[in-house]
C-alpha cells in the first residue's frame, strides 16, 4: 500500500529544516566575532581596537558584526553577557550543595572560583579594565558581584540556622569579606603574564579561606 505525498507538509520540514540550519550559522558565527573580539579587547584595550580589525581577526565582513551586534559597544557588552561562566556556575554550585558542611563547600567554591578567573582571564583582564570608564560594564560586574554575594550569603544563612556558623556577623556581610579579598588578588594581579599566576592565585584564596573559616566559625 502506497502513501500519499504531503507536498505541504514536506515543504514545511524543509522550511524548519533550513531555518534550524541558518540559526546554527548565525550562532556560531556570533561566537566566533565574539571570540575575536574579546582576544583583541584584552591585547590592545577596548578603545584602541577596531571593528575593522575585529572582523579581520573573525574571518568576517565588518558589516556582518554590525549586523550581529549594532555597534562595537553593543558587542563589547554582549562578551561578558553570553561569556560570562563565573556567575552561573558557582550560583550552580552552591544550589547543588545548599544542604552541604561549610568547609566542604566553600574548599569546592573558592576551587571553582580561581579555575573558572583561570580560564576566563581574557574576559576578567577585559572587564575590569574597561568597568571604571563603561558605566554599563561597571553596572554588570557590580550586579555579578551582588547577585555572588547573594547566592553566598543565603548559603551561610543556612549555615547559621544549622548552628555551624557564627550568627555574631551577618551572613552578607561574611559573604561580602570572603568576595572582596579574593578579587583584591585578581585586581592587584590582573596586568600580570607570570605562568605561576594560578598557583599564586589558588596559594592566595587558600590561605585567605583559612584565615575566613577561622572568623565565622563558632
Known amino acids: 500500500m502506497s502513501t500519499k505525498r504531503d507536498p505541504m507538509r514536506e515543504t514545511h520540514f524543509v522550511s524548519n529544516g533550513n531555518r534550524s540550519q ?28 577596531s571593528t575593522r580589525q575585529i572582523a579581520e581577526a573573525a ?18 557588552r554582549a562578551i561578558p553577557e ?18 552541604r558542611p561549610l568547609d566542604e563547600v566553600m574548599a569546592s567554591l573558592v576551587d571553582r572560583f580561581v579555575g573558572l578567573l583561570d580560564q576566563e582571564k581574557d574576559l576578567v583582564r577585559v572587564v575590569l579594565s574597561e568597568s571604571a570608564t ?36 551577618p551572613a552578607s556581610s561574611a559573604a561580602r569579606a570572603l568576595i572582596g579579598a579574593l578579587f583584591y588578588f585578581v585586581l592587584i ?3 600580570e603574564q607570570r605562568q605561576d599566576l594560578g598557583e599564586r592565585a589558588r596559594r592566595h584564596a ?6 575566613w573559616l577561622d572568623g565565622v566559625r563558632r
Open 189 to 191: 594581579s590582573r596586568d
Open 134 to 169: 563603561d558605566s554599563d560594564v561597571g553596572n554588570m560586574f557590580r550586579d555579578l558581584l551582588l547577585g555572588f554575594e547573594a547566592d553566598l550569603a543565603s548559603y551561610l544563612t543556612g549555615r547559621q540556622e544549622a548552628g555551624e556558623m557564627s550568627t555574631a556577623v
Open 22 to 49: 541558518r540559526q546554527d550559522q548565525a550562532d556560531t558565527t556570533r561566537r566566533i566575532i565574539l571570540e575575536a573580539a574579546l582576544q583583541l579587547f584584552s591585547q590592545q584595550g577596548y578603545g584602541s581596537t
Open 206 to 211: 587558600n590561605e585567605v579561606l583559612a584565615v
Open 82 to 99: 553570553q561569556r560570562g561562566r563565573l556567575p552561573r556556575e558557582l550560583h550552580d554550585l552552591l544550589l547543588a550543595m545548599s544542604d
Open 59 to 76: 574571518g568576517v565582513s565588518e558589516g556582518l558584526i554590525f549586523h550581529h551586534f549594532g555597534t562595537k559597544a553593543q558587542l563589547f
